[in-house]
């Protein structure tokens, strides 16, 4: 197995410590640190949300786009427990108040996806899905004809291997 050189180690450390990142065309700034489970929840739900209005998406209007940038931002931002306290006001402080476009707003969401760690992401996501109950189980039916399958092999075997 190969060790990891510097480069590698130096970005796996850079997700640990808080990025400060300037928001285009104003003095403001905001600190992205290690994205937490609570957070990558958050992040999930609305890249779901997203995945399945698709079609919507594209034929509304610039505005519905920067208020979802803004909530992606705001579950960033506030990374925790904070989200459950602060994000309802946030995202709308961001959107309504300070009434930022997108350009200003996807530097921040790319410091956000750097920061999600991907392997425990991807496992994360990998275990959800098969944790789904949505899936279809077999039948009563299915079942008891599977069960009836697996007797019928077993009682075979046994009157074949009768000493005599």
Known sequence: MEQPNLQEKKELLGLFEKETVNILGTKNSVKIGYMRGYTLEK?????LWIRENMGNLDKKSTNEKIKIA???VSYGVLNGMKIF??????????????????????PIIEVIKKKIPLMDYTKAITLALL???????????????????????????????TDG
């Open 43 to 47: 992040l999930s739900s609305i890249s």
């Open 70 to 72: 803004s909530k992606e």
């Open 85 to 106: 306290f602060f994000h309802w006001i946030y995202w709308r402080y961001l959107y309504y108040i300070k009434g930022y476009n997108l350009s200003q707003l996807e």
């Open 131 to 161: 944790s789904d109950i949505t899936v279809m189980k077999l039948s009563e039916e299915e079942q008891k004809v599977a069960r009836q399958e697996l007797l019928s092999e077993k009682e075979d075997k046994l009157e074949k291997n």
